[in-house]
């Protein structure tokens, strides 16, 4: 095999890459070494700032395929036809920690996922959770400093995190489920994923359905106890990486089915709980599952950095016949996502090999940061013009509809949707055997004995409170591990 040239970055071969050039050998290091200079500039700035949330990660290429028809919900043209498949791209991480944390943490878990369609890339950015903590975006930059550190003392709160909670009662149903052996699932390959939000479908008769995504793992679901994921903190940072990679390699591609569940909009004014609340699931005997398809996962980016740690996804990168709801967390996110690839991988993040539609990109973006003019070369950067060939097609129009109400307000996210404990309540004591039951008690009360501090009796309390409102026995059972005496007010609190 031919070898290759040494170069900088601008092509010069060279040969002097392991000394440093000086006056003597015991001298000091001259200016004018340029390779030095590029080495270590380049060096300095080999990491971007990491993602405020889920900055812990894995990804992974694949492929999706069509295997049930649902053309009847959507226009999309990757749903167009049975067997229809294509290439994909996924990203799981943990939440709250930095990039060093460990895998096994207790935390939800990013599932995040891009289709590379002939329509444009459509990015599905979901939780292994099909509820979230909050309702309203407005909340959500305070909820994730409750996960992060204290200001002084740069340390993981329990104190911080209850409080959050026990003001919050929406939180309770994820609270519930991040707290049980799902905080803790065995790597990525064995939890389910789900696009969160309710999102709308749109048929070709301009009919519009609205719609949850899931991800049903065919590896089986697998967690660790709070105990065993502790231990393998310890032991292997990087088990879910380790995990996935090793699994991909060996040819052991892991699978899901992908499934929507469909609510029209006569039964969404109907619905015993705004439908478009991430804070509650649709009942699966109310509105089945339906079976759409199954992504498989079968190669390892070549290069971590440039694939995974630069990949961006955003609710906002829709495709015609996808689109999204009145859920307030959602239409925050529309915003939010790509507002921070912009920040933090830069405005041209689209035309990075990871995130590039491989189709076709046309528009009148130009210029900016790490600018790749392939593309677009000398074209016109405005329309309408007399020189170029796109032209805007009507067939992808936005889908109109009337609105309830033109009266504008903030209004209170809990108003007429207050029911927190509920669905809580049935996660409990219906979808929960005995073992999982007896795991959330002891995981609540582990992490609830953190609680400290002056105000530490009164987050207790309060928290209690919503246990005891969504089961009493949750209730009772962490207060009695608590070693907290209920009293009669504690207990009316609770109705």
Same mark, same amino acid.
């Given at each position: 095999?031919?070898?290759?040239?040494?170069?900088? &970055?601008?092509? #010069?071969?060279?040969?002097?890459?392991?000394?440093?050039?000086?006056?003597?050998?015991?001298?000091?290091?001259?200016?004018?070494?340029?390779?030095?200079?590029?080495?270590?500039?380049?060096?300095?700035?080999?990491?971007?700032?990491?993602?405020?949330?889920? !900055?812990?990660?894995?990804?992974?290429?694949?492929?999706?395929?069509?295997?049930?028809?649902?053309?009847?919900? #959507?226009?999309?043209?990757?749903?167009?036809?049975?067997?229809?498949?294509?290439?994909?791209?996924?990203?799981?991480?943990?939440?709250?920690?930095?990039?060093?944390?460990?895998? #096994?943490?207790?935390?939800?878990?990013?599932?995040?996922?891009?289709?590379?369609?002939?329509?444009g890339n459509w990015d599905l950015v979901g939780n292994n959770t099909p509820v979230f903590f909050i309702k309203d975006a407005k909340k959500f930059p305070d909820f994730i400093h409750t996960q992060k550190r204290l200001p002084k003392t740069n340390l993981k709160s329990a104190t911080m995190m209850w409080d959050?909670? &026990?003001?919050?009662?929406?939180?309770?149903?994820?609270?519930?489920?991040?707290?049980?052996? $799902?905080?803790?699932?065995?790597?990525? $390959?064995?939890?389910?994923?789900?696009?969160?939000?309710?999102?709308?479908?749109?048929?070709?008769?301009?009919? $519009?359905?609205?719609?949850?995504?899931?991800?049903?793992?065919?590896?089986?679901?697998?967690?660790?106890?709070?105990?065993?994921?502790?231990?393998?903190?310890?032991?292997?940072?990087?088990?879910?990486?380790?995990?996935?990679?090793?699994?991909?390699?060996?040819?052991?591609?892991?699978?899901?089915?992908?499934?929507?569940?469909?609510?029209?909009?006569?039964?969404?004014?109907?619905?015993?709980?705004?439908?478009?609340?991430?804070?509650?699931?649709?009942?699966?005997?109310?509105?089945?599952?339906?079976?759409?398809?199954?992504?498989?996962?079968?190669?390892?980016?070549?290069?971590?950095?440039?694939?995974?740690?630069?990949?961006?996804?955003?609710?906002?990168?829709?495709?015609?016949?996808?689109?999204?709801?009145?859920?307030?967390?959602?239409?925050?996110?529309?915003?939010?996502?790509?507002?921070?690839?912009?920040?933090?991988?830069?405005?041209?993040?689209?035309?990075?090999?990871?995130?590039?539609?491989?189709?076709?990109?046309?528009?009148?973006?130009?210029?900016?940061?790490?600018?790749?003019?392939?593309?677009?070369?000398?074209?016109?950067?405005?329309?309408?013009?007399?020189?170029?060939?796109?032209?805007?097609?009507?067939?992808?129009?936005?889908?109109?509809?009337?609105?309830? &109400?033109?009266?504008?307000?903030?209004?209170?996210?809990?108003?007429?949707?207050?029911?927190?404990?509920?669905?809580?309540?049935?996660?409990?004591?219906?979808?929960?055997? !005995?073992?999982?039951?007896?795991?959330?008690?002891?995981?609540?009360?582990? &992490?609830?004995?953190?609680?400290?501090?002056?105000?530490?009796?009164?987050?207790?309390?309060?928290?209690?409170?919503?246990?005891?409102? !969504?089961?009493?026995?949750?209730?009772? $059972?962490?207060?009695?591990?608590?070693?907290?005496?209920?009293?009669?007010?504690?207990?009316?609190?609770?109705?």
């Amino acid at each position: 095999m031919d070898s290759k040239k040494l170069t900088l &970055s601008n092509g #010069t071969p060279y040969f002097e890459h392991q000394d440093s050039q000086t006056v003597g050998p015991r001298g000091p290091v001259l200016l004018q070494d340029f390779v030095l200079q590029e080495n270590l500039a380049h060096f300095v700035r080999e990491r971007i700032p990491e993602r405020i949330v889920h !900055a812990k990660g894995s990804g992974a290429y694949g492929t999706f395929t069509v295997t049930h028809d649902i053309s009847k919900y #959507t226009k999309a043209k990757l749903f167009s036809k049975v067997g229809n498949s294509c290439r994909m791209f996924a990203r799981f991480s943990t939440v709250g920690g930095e990039k060093g944390s460990a895998d #096994t943490a207790r935390d939800p878990r990013g599932f995040a996922l891009k289709f590379y369609t002939e329509d444009g890339n459509w990015d599905l950015v979901g939780n292994n959770t099909p509820v979230f903590f909050i309702k309203d975006a407005k909340k959500f930059p305070d909820f994730i400093h409750t996960q992060k550190r204290l200001p002084k003392t740069n340390l993981k709160s329990a104190t911080m995190m209850w409080d959050f909670w &026990s003001l919050n009662p929406e939180s309770l149903h994820q609270v519930l489920i991040l707290m049980s052996d $799902r905080g803790t699932p065995y790597g990525f $390959r064995h939890m389910h994923g789900f696009g969160s939000h309710t999102f709308s479908m749109i048929n070709e008769q301009n009919e $519009r359905v609205w719609v949850k995504f899931h991800f049903k793992t065919k590896q089986g679901v697998k967690n660790f106890t709070d105990e065993e994921a502790v231990k393998m903190a310890g032991e292997n940072p990087d088990f879910a990486q380790e995990d996935l990679c090793h699994s991909i390699e060996n040819g052991d591609f892991p699978k899901w089915t992908m499934y929507i569940q469909v609510m029209t909009e006569d039964q969404a004014k109907d619905f015993r709980w705004n439908p478009f609340d991430v804070t509650k699931v649709w009942f699966h005997d109310d509105f089945p599952l339906i079976e759409v398809g199954e992504m498989e996962l079968n190669e390892v980016p070549v290069n971590y950095f440039a694939h995974v740690e630069q990949s961006t996804f955003s609710p906002s990168s829709l495709i015609n016949g996808i689109s999204f709801s009145p859920d307030k967390m959602l239409q925050g996110r529309l915003f939010s996502y790509p507002d921070a690839h912009r920040y933090r991988v830069g405005v041209n993040a689209h035309q990075l090999e990871v995130n590039r539609c491989p189709f076709a990109v046309n528009n009148y973006q130009r210029d900016g940061y790490m600018a790749d003019s392939s593309q677009y070369q000398d074209k016109p950067n405005y329309h309408p013009n007399s020189f170029d060939d796109i032209t805007p097609d009507p067939s992808y129009k936005n889908y109109e509809y009337e609105l309830d &109400s033109a009266h504008v307000a903030n209004y209170n996210r809990n108003e007429n949707d207050s029911d927190h404990y509920t669905q809580p309540g049935l996660l409990y004591s219906k979808a929960m055997n !005995a073992e999982d039951r007896e795991h959330l008690i002891n995981n609540i009360v582990e &992490s609830m004995k953190g609680i400290s501090g002056p105000k530490g009796e009164e987050i207790i309390n309060r928290q209690l409170c919503h246990f005891f409102r !969504a089961n009493i026995e949750l209730g009772m $059972r962490v207060a009695s591990q608590l070693n907290v005496n209920i009293d009669a007010n504690m207990m009316n609190h609770s109705k």
